[in-house]
């Protein structure tokens, strides 16, 4: 029996096609998947029962996306005769439930790690001005300095992160005075509507694997507190692993609101640089 998943994807990053090709060679299951147009079609060939599996599994291991439009899956007789040809992806995907999993679990070798290439091959820091106050060589450094940032920043610290691909500065949202330009991250999707007046569809594209920015008005409630001059304000969630660490354990400490900014306008004491 072989079914076709067609899905409506208006993006051609390469993204679907490289998701779709890893949760069925994580299966195991026989499959090839064709493009045309902006339909991108996954077809698997096992039986009834295994064929019910696969479509549980496939619906758990998709992550949102603000590119899916619509999705269908019909049962048709062959296999085409056109030959696979996966697109490049642009940048490596990293907000998915298998990424998630991974370094979430105490038992897998990247448990707490905050980038997606070789814990061997990475080196990460924490910096006072100049002074170095943690290397990270384990799972267990990461942990430390997971809580180390975490509550420096509770406390009021801005603190620069530095990686290959970026370099922001975040701090509690109350720190924000000296700060022109910044975007708003929420520690977690449960939070949005304490800051923000945000629509369903809205939630969805917060969550979403692109983790995009979106211009919200801020509610009546938050703005009676005073905290921003802002009526409206740019929002995301956590869209780095390691942002992704210090959010969890900033919520947990009360912390439900930072701000972000790539060209902060005062010198921060504290640094993190991966």
């Known amino acids: ?3 076709a998943f067609n899905f409506n994807y208006v993006s051609k990053n390469g993204v679907l096609e490289s ?8 299966f195991n299951i026989t499959h090839k998947i064709l493009r045309k147009d902006s339909i991108v079609t996954l077809y698997v060939d096992a039986d009834e029962s295994r064929l019910g599996t696969f479509a549980d599994c496939l ?3 998709l992550p949102l996306s603000i590119f899916f439009k619509s999705s269908s899956v019909e049962v048709v007789e062959d296999f085409p005769l056109d030959e696979e040809v996966l697109p490049l992806m642009v940048a490596p995907i990293i907000f998915t439930p298998k990424q998630l999993a ?3 679990n105490a038992d897998s070798k990247t448990y707490l790690f905050p980038f997606t290439q070789s814990l ?10 100049d002074q170095a106050l943690l290397h990270v060589k384990n799972t267990l450094d990461y942990k430390n300095m997971y809580e180390r940032v975490s509550t420096l920043i509770a406390e009021g610290e801005i603190i620069t992160i530095q990686t290959c691909n970026s370099s922001y500065s975040i701090g509690k949202i109350e720190n924000t005075q000296p700060i022109d330009n910044f975007e708003v991250i929420a520690t977690d999707l449960s939070v949005v509507e304490r800051m923000v007046v945000c629509q369903e569809n809205e939630m969805k594209a917060l969550a979403s694997l692109e983790r995009p920015a979106i211009r919200f008005k801020v509610n009546a409630l938050y703005e009676q507190k005073g905290i921003l001059e802002q009526k409206r304000v740019f929002m995301r969630l956590f869209d780095d692993l390691l942002l992704y660490q210090l959010c969890k354990k900033l919520f947990e400490k009360g912390v439900f609101f930072l701000f972000r900014t790539a060209t902060p306008t005062c010198k921060t004491k504290y640094s993190v640089i991966a």
Do not use: G, H, P, Q
Request: net charge negative; glycine share 0%.
């Open 19 to 26: 998701l779709l090709k890893e949760i069925a060679v994580d």
């Open 1 to 3: 029996m072989i079914l």
């Open 120 to 129: 061997e091959n990475s080196s990460t820091s924490l910096f006072e001005n």
């Open 102 to 104: 991974l370094v979430d």
């Open 59 to 61: 619906s758990a291991a």
